[in-house]
Each structure stands twice: as structure tokens, then as C-alpha cells.
């Protein structure tokens, strides 16, 4: 992928199942850090819980991914770079991660249960039979067809 940044005003995010360097979640993220710095994330964040959830497994800093970005490194130069800083993962422990997290249920979290229910209604998918994955694409689809 070239470095160039997304209007996210425009259009959404990769997927956040996507796979950046063998991670979930980091095609996402480097979307919306690549907008934020151009101006251009609308209602998107970058180095929210979402992207966080992966900077915390990895042990990196928001900021630090932030600063190659504004290096203007590759997605591939970015993922080389979260693979060799914070905490070492073996291919087995990344593996099992992505599935964790393409799996993870909030609806199944009773401190996000009525939360997810909620945002699931807006998008009109089942919070009982649907991931936070499920959900973020849906929100996607639903944000750009108003537009």
C-alpha cells in the first residue's frame, strides 16, 4: 500500500480484519493515523481502544507509531517495526490474537453488553451473533451510504 493518507471524510478505513504484516487491526489503524495527520480522519481516532487493543499485545505506544507515520514509512515498515519493538511475539502467539480478536463478542461482556446492543441497533446487525469486526464494518457501510 503507498503511503498516501485516505480521505476517511470520503471513504472508510481498511477493514479491521484486514491483515497488516500478519496483525489484525494495523491496516485500520495506519488508515486513520495517515488521516489524522493529513487533516483528513472526519469521525474516525487514531490510538483509540480499538488501536490499542494492539499496541497493548505488542507493548508499543500510539505516539511512536504515530511518528513513523509521520515519516512517512510503509505499512510493511511499520509492521516490520511493531514486530521487532515492545514485546516479543512468536508466530503461534500473534496467530492466536488475530482469531481472539476477530472472534471477540462485546455483546458476550456484561459491562459492554448494552453498549454494543445499542450500537448494533444503529447499524441493524445482531448484537447476540455479531463481533466488534462485524460491527466496524457495518458502521463503515452505514456511515458512507448517508453520504
Known sequence: MSTAPKDLTK??????????????????????G????AGTIGD?????????????????KGADVK???????????????IDKHGEPKSPEEISKWNTEMEAN???????KKEWFAGVCQEVGIDPAKSTLFDFLDADD?????KK
Not at 471513504?11 to 486513520?32: C, M, N, Q
Not at 463478542?105 to 459491562?111: A, F, L, R, S, V
Open 67 to 81: 511518528k513513523l507515520l509521520e515519516e512517512g514509512q510503509s505499512d510493511q515498515d511499520i509492521a516490520t517495526w
Open 105 to 111: 463478542k462485546p455483546y458476550e461482556n456484561p459491562e
Open 44 to 60: 474516525y481516532h487514531f490510538d483509540c481502544p480499538l488501536d490499542n487493543m494492539l499496541f497493548g499485545f505488542k507493548g508499543v
Open 141 to 145: 457501510r452505514a456511515s458512507f451510504a
Open 11 to 32: 471513504e472508510a478505513p481498511r477493514s479491521a480484519r484486514t491483515r497488516v504484516g500478519g496483525y489484525v487491526i494495523l491496516g485500520r489503524t495506519l488508515d486513520k
Open 34 to 37: 495517515r488521516a489524522a495527520i
